[in-house]
């Protein structure tokens, strides 16, 4: 019976997440309300209430699940490999574009004050990828937490500041750069 509840749980968690998703998409974070959220997803928001106190909370979980979605799908991969192409899927995701054109503001916190769960899990699967890499022998020894925080890093940069350094370079000049540099940072 608990497990059946535990789903339950988690498939009213995903209905809330995936309508929140297409509420911001659609008005951006700053306009969306939990009513909207709610009536998109057909639930009460008191439903929503018991897992989020607020929209901001949410909004935060909403892009902690749509981040390790996109970075899991490289996560067995090379770590300089899964880096660049979770930067070139991130920058061109939908609810990462919108936050970016319409709520740039919203990153501010996790990017000068916190890490956010978002970057927690991002964390973790860098670490797990040089790990990897380390027993392999294709990644240089080392201290795997202190070298994901540098990979992420470098690949936040290119992420958030990458549009700036564009013309006449392309975005598949400036991956490539972003290769090199990680390539020399993790490579034996």
């Not at 989020?52 to 749509?66: G, K, Q, S």
């Not at 054109?101 to 970057?119: A, K, Q």
């Amino acid at each position: 019976m608990t497990s059946i509840r535990h789903n339950a749980a988690a498939e009213s968690g995903d209905q809330i997440l995936d309508a929140a998703r297409e509420v911001v998409l659609a008005v951006g974070v700053r306009r969306a309300t939990l009513t909207d959220v709610a009536r998109r997803a057909g639930v009460s928001r008191m439903t929503i209430y018991r897992h989020w106190p607020d929209m901001r909370t949410l909004v935060a979980d909403l892009m902690t699940r749509e981040w390790v979605r996109v970075a899991g799908r490289f996560a067995t991969e090379d770590p300089v490999t899964a880096a660049v192409a979770v930067v070139r899927a991130l920058r061109d995701h939908p609810l990462w574009r919108k936050i970016v054109e319409v709520d740039p503001e919203l990153l501010l916190p996790y990017l000068l004050d916190r890490r956010g769960s978002s970057h927690e899990a991002m964390l973790g699967l860098v670490e797990s990828a040089i790990t990897a890499g380390q027993d392999l022998g294709t990644v240089r020894p080392g201290d795997a937490v202190r070298l994901a925080r540098g990979v992420l890093l470098t690949a936040q940069s290119f992420l958030l500041s990458g549009p700036t350094m564009l013309n006449p370079l392309t975005r598949d000049d400036l991956d490539a750069e972003l290769a090199t540099l990680l390539e020399r940072y993790l490579r034996r």
